[in-house]
């Protein structure tokens, strides 16, 4: 994220470290959580249920104490840090410090629910994670794809909106899933494939052709939506779905059993391809020389490497990447309705950046902004004080305090968004 | 530079393609004439390099075409998706004349309809029926202008404001809470919800200039976030006590007071309002700061190169604020547009529908110069005027007029596509890179 046009503050090596900003923001969350969530916490049990209703086993904890309790956590996390801390030890005391926070949050708000609802059904939780996490990885993998190889790509929204349709209209028509997975992945690439052209061929400024193209995806898929869809639901939008599959012994595990793996294709596809990408980018001969496209191509282009037709195919296979993402929801969740992904595109570009472009990390922060808006729809079933509006605003307040630098520095990879002129 | 020795070379050519239209449509032989014993070299008449300009790449050709293209594009997706008239491709090589006839009349029908419902309707009896699609499309027009003006000159000081949609949103919401809460004298009511607009905007805009400034953050990823954080307060915003509409329980807020509401131009049944006459001004301001103010040149040099701009004693700090401050505050006025002018009267979760994103297509389309922003937004309002004709009268959903307008910009963006395409010859000048290619 270091633009060179900007003077940019030189990293403060007095006292006032970076280690040292953070733990002084943790101490400020750390007395917060202590102080107004263990006062506005109920001598309740707060019960985190280890199923999917209230009944079974569950981790209980007195509401005050236990806000009071992870309150005081994150006070030491940011005490910690205030103190000398070595550089290896910032990352875990930080995720402690605001894990904690999160946890006296919880205490607060389950134990402060009506009566008879002071319960939080953990694998209603973990699962719904998933579920909304899901297109936000597909989304974001389609992003790290493009950006390590040197292209913004703001089209993320276009193409699983695309992928959404085109898994739809095909699904229906042919009544396979299959088709409509293939479909989906078609229709992904086809956005990406104009992203490719115009911004590779014809040197359009990539961040004016993402946005340009997301238009022109809502355009399309709402017209032929209109057109063909709203006519003849029967025929053109009701595309079969995917069943789950359990995966045996893996699915007898406590909360992470029938959350994750009584899943669909979608979910496994997901968790696979992060993996995929991670190896391949990092460690195969594809990956060397994408990511070398993406940081200085006229150094790769002289060993040899084909600049151009690299980012071609990368390109197109993010689009369907994205596209399989959107049709998790038409052929597993819902039929499609015009702009279906209503800004989990952008959302996923979010979680690319925070992310800090690289596979795990998105996955990491898909998760957390699907826990995000998880957690807003809990909260509205239990009535609580917190509108739901603010922690679904989370992921972008979040990205922006990245970008910031005030969670650390973010750095896109050198050349993406340059076009590559040989010469 | 051998350019230079060619009869008719580029530099020697006149300004315009308008200069030399009203040249040639004067008297060909006069000009002629006149230009002779400047132009001592062999050169071809003015009428002939009109010709010959006409069929090149410059700016209005390209323009031209791309709209061309992109109903050529829509057409075809009119087409595919028509049953019936799909249904008569089924035996096109039996009787070709029924499939030409059923896409013929189906195509210019929704085409023609576009026409009248933005431009002038030849059916219409009384004068308010003729003016009617003008007024349409001016009232679609007004916001537009705003936030094309507000990308626009965002994009000249080497920015790229896509939360021209978010600073809107929240120039909506103070104008509408000005507009309600405060009661306020008519004319006063209305400047001050105009003004509350304007700082809405301007807050938002704030935000992605100071951190760009001081910490070198993306505007382009600060905007986009900040877009959905205004979203977000918007919906939560409307269903609070005080705001909300308290005779309705879905999320509407109360109406705002006829005193802070934007006059209509041409009377009653009209919805035409001053938001137009506001545009205009505004389009003047922008220009006038842009070509003849020291802001202005600052900001065009920090656009041009932020580093030679340092070098030269701009501060670059204090440019990148003021630039986003003002891009904001024009998307806050084209938002407070939304509910002081005739579209709606109250905050609803899609009042401002999507006029930061339009904002960006047009002033792409307008050379993000402030006229030409102008033009592009008179362009995209008279789609939309008359995109809602085609979808009453022809029944082709109002979605084609975004594939339009997204076609159109894609196609003025790539202009060697254009040239290539029709075989234009080349430009006279390299105008016509809307390219900023940066990166993050």
Known sequence: ?423 | MTDNLQPGSPDKEPASEEQAAQVTLGNTEQAEAATTPTAPHQRPTLGRLFLENLWAANTFTVTLLSLVLAMVVGAVLMIISDPDVLATYAYITARPSDAINASWTLVSEAYANLFKGSVFDPGATTLTAALSPISETLTYTAPLVFTGLSVALAFRGGLFNIGAQGQAIMGVILAALAGFLLPLPPVVHLLVAVLAGALGGAVWGFIPGILKARTGAHEVINTIMLNYIAVYFLTWLIVQKGVQDPNRTDAISRPVDASAQLPRLFGEPLRAHGGILLAVLATWAVAWLLNRSTLGFELRAVGANPDAARTAGISVTRTYVLIMVFAGALAGLGGSQMVLGTTAAALTPLVIAQIGFDGILVALLGRVKPWGVAMAALLFGALQAGGNRMQSYSGISLELVTVLQALIVIFIAAPALVKAIFQLRAARAARLQTSLAKGW
């Not at chain 1, 709402?222 to 789950?244: C, D, H, I, K, V």
Request: aromatic fraction near 10%; include cysteine; proline fraction near 4%.
């Open chain 1, 1 to 423: 994220m270091a633009v060179p046009d900007v003077a940019v503050a030189a990293v403060d090596e007095g006292y006032w470290t970076r280690t040292r900003k953070v733990g002084l923001v943790l101490l400020a969350l750390g007395l917060l959580a202590t102080v107004l969530f263990g006062a506005l916490a109920t001598g309740e049990q707060a019960r985190f249920t280890l199923s999917e209703n209230a009944a079974g086993a569950a981790l209980e904890v007195n509401g005050t104490v236990g806000a009071i309790l992870f309150g005081l956590i994150t006070l030491a996390a940011g005490a910690v840090m205030l103190a000398r801390l070595p550089k290896r030890w910032f990352i875990p005391v930080l995720a402690v410090g605001l894990v904690a926070f999160v946890l006296s949050f919880l205490c607060w708000q389950v134990s402060a629910a009506p009566d008879g609802q002071n319960f939080m059904p953990l694998v209603n939780i973990v699962r719904g994670t998933f579920l909304l996490a899901l297109p936000l990885i597909f989304g974001s993998l389609a992003g790290v794809l493009c950006e390590r190889s040197g292209v913004v790509n703001v089209a993320i929204e276009g193409q699983l909106l695309m992928g959404a349709f085109s898994g739809a209209l095909f699904g229906s028509i042919s009544g396979s899933v299959w088709v409509g997975l293939v479909a989906a992945a078609i229709g992904g690439s086809f956005i990406s494939l104009l992203l490719a052209v115009f911004s590779i061929k014809y040197l359009v400024d990539q961040v004016v052709m993402g946005i340009v193209l997301n238009l022109l995806a809502l355009g399309i898929t709402g017209f032929l939506y209109e057109r063909l869809m709203q006519t003849n639901a029967e025929r053109y939008n009701s595309a079969p779905r995917f069943s789950n599959w359990e995966i045996p012994l893996l699915s007898d595990i406590p909360v992470l059993g029938p959350a994750l793996f009584r899943g669909n294709i979608f979910l496994y596809l997901a968790l696979v391809l992060v993996l995929v990408i991670h190896i391949a980018l990092f460690r195969t001969r594809w990956g060397l020389r994408t990511r070398s496209v993406g940081e200085h191509p006229t150094a790769a282009d002289t060993l040899g490497v084909k600049v151009l037709g690299l980012r071609y195919r990368n390109v197109i296979m993010a689009g369907a990447i994205a596209g399989i993402g959107g049709a998790s929801y038409t052929l597993a969740l819902f039929s499609f309705t015009k702009n279906m992904i209503g800004g989990k595109g952008f959302i996923a570009l979010a979680a690319l950046i925070f992310g800090r472009w690289s596979p795990t990390g998105a996955l990491l922060a898909a998760l957390f902004f699907g826990f995000a808006d998880q957690l807003a729809t809990y909260l509205g079933a239990i009535n609580s004080v917190i509108p739901g509006q603010f922690l679904a605003m989370l992921p972008y307040l979040a990205t922006i305090l990245a970008v910031a630098g005030l969670v650390g520095r973010v750095r896109a990879p050198a050349a993406d968004g340059k076009p590559y002129i040989k010469g």
